[in-house]
């Protein structure tokens, strides 16, 4: 008998992004800022980006660990179910 066997894999990676917040700009307007800017972004790597174009702060330093390393991955079996 054959049995295939479905596996779901979650890698998670995380990057850091390093920008200055200007004197003038409040924690609570970054704040608002960055729950924008989570809305509006799919992928890490366009955080930066949107942060510097639409939102003029200055990014000073980021990582980047994709694809390379993930900093963490789960996986779980999600069906099993026989072939023919």
């Known amino acids: 008998m054959k049995v295939k066997i479905v596996v779901e894999e979650t890698l998670t990676y995380i990057d850091e992004i390093i920008i200055i917040q200007p004197e003038t700009m409040s924690d609570e307007e970054l ?11 799919r992928e890490a790597s366009d955080v930066a980006y949107v942060l510097e174009s639409r ?3 200055k990014v000073v330093e980021r990582t980047d660990n994709f694809p390379e390393s993930p900093d963490r991955s789960e996986i779980e079996i999600t069906d099993i179910e026989e072939v023919e």
């Open 31 to 41: 704040e608002q800022i960055i729950k924008r800017v989570e809305k509006q972004c």
């Open 55 to 57: 939102y003029g702060l």
